[in-house]
């Protein structure tokens, strides 16, 4: 029996693991002495960091400068356009921005169209005292299952819902929706997102027959034209602002096409009804002018009693949620109401 105590079992990693006598080789393997890590000093790591963020700014300087103009206008804004444009200036030169366009090519990814030019667009009165610009009623082609009516939903968020809502109310109708809305867009910000140019590509590709559109919901904010920012609000920036309708309606004519523009439906946000009534005033101005193109007052089919609310009675006296929890946005009940008349028009002029 080994009555040997545990404290005097042999180190394995000892040069002897049978015996205290190191004297005797007794072909005991031994493991290899461990690596020494070499650690890149804390100062020269940081360098390497630095120079990778600084190429990597260079090489994506222009996307960085898109970024810097999307800001909201402010002091932040500013700082950013001028380091941004300082980057983008010597990327150019030096031609380090290619690799990423080609990539960006290859995906569809590239950079949005840069604004253009309003100051040539005439628009009506705000008062109702201009002149109509098109007394062209437009042709309506009876659809068919192999000819369905083709259909393009357009704008912000707010329009998330109205393809769906348009689909379920005319189920078994022959139509084909096309949905081309995007988040956090609108027309304060063509340098952000570009309507009147996407609107050309989807009249381009898609030529609808009916055109649903809506904007509004991100328009609460300045103007920058040419000769500088505009208030919200203010004369001037109403005035713009109903150029930049006209601009979407003038994009979207087409022989034979209708245009619906679903109105923004009252929020709980203030910052948002506290512009509202100027952008209605705008899109109702231009459509008046345009036989073609119809205004749907969302504030009447949401709001009937003249005050935001979550629910609406059905007809049989149901309380119906139509609105989703930010105070702003309709759900499917919601927009289902507020595609109705669109719907109640196909119907009646396809017949």
Not at 283 to 290: D, G, P, T
């Amino acid at each position: 029996m080994d009555t040997r105590h545990p404290s005097d079992r042999p180190d394995p990693t000892g040069p002897d693991s049978a015996h205290d006598d190191g004297d005797h080789d007794h072909g005991g393997v031994f493991p290899p002495e461990p690596v020494r890590r070499q650690r890149i000093p804390a100062g020269q790591a940081l360098v390497v960091m630095l120079a990778c963020l600084i190429g990597a700014a260079f090489l994506n300087a222009d996307r960085l400068a898109y970024t810097a103009r999307s800001q909201s206008h402010g002091w932040q804004r500013t700082v950013a356009v001028r380091i941004t444009g300082g980057l983008t200036s010597v990327s150019d030169g030096l031609r380090l921005n290619r690799p990423r366009k080609f990539i960006a090519a290859l995906v569809d990814n590239e950079d949005p169209p840069p604004p253009e030019d309003t100051d040539d667009i005439d628009i009506v009165n705000p008062q109702g005292a201009g002149t109509t610009t098109t007394t062209r009623p437009p042709d309506f082609r009876v659809p068919s299952t192999e000819e369905p009516v083709r259909i393009l939903v357009a704008g912000d968020s707010l329009m998330g819902w109205i393809g769906p809502a348009l689909v379920d109310s005319l189920e078994g109708y022959p139509i084909d929706v096309t949905e081309d809305w995007v988040v956090a867009t609108g027309l304060a910000r063509p340098d952000f997102f570009n309507w009147p140019a996407q609107l050309r590509a989807d009249m381009a590709q898609k030529d609808p027959e009916v055109v649903i559109v809506g904007f509004g919901g991100n328009d609460m904010q300045d103007i920058e034209t040419e000769s500088g920012w505009l208030k919200a609000g203010s004369r001037e920036w109403k005035l713009e602002y109903q150029r930049r309708v006209a601009q979407v309606l003038n994009t979207v004519e087409a022989p034979n096409r209708t245009v619906y523009w679903i109105g923004l439906p009252l929020t709980a946000r203030a910052d948002i009804e506290a512009i509202a009534p100027a952008q209605i005033a705008a899109v109702k101005a231009e459509i008046s002018a345009r036989p073609w193109a119809h205004f749907i007052d969302t504030r009447e089919i949401l709001s009937p009693e003249g005050v935001y609310s979550q629910y609406l009675r059905d007809r049989d006296g149901t309380e119906v949620k139509v609105r989703e929890g930010d105070g702003v946005h309709p759900n499917i009940a919601g927009a289902t109401r507020m595609v109705a008349p669109v719907v109640e028009a196909l119907l009646d002029e396809r017949k």
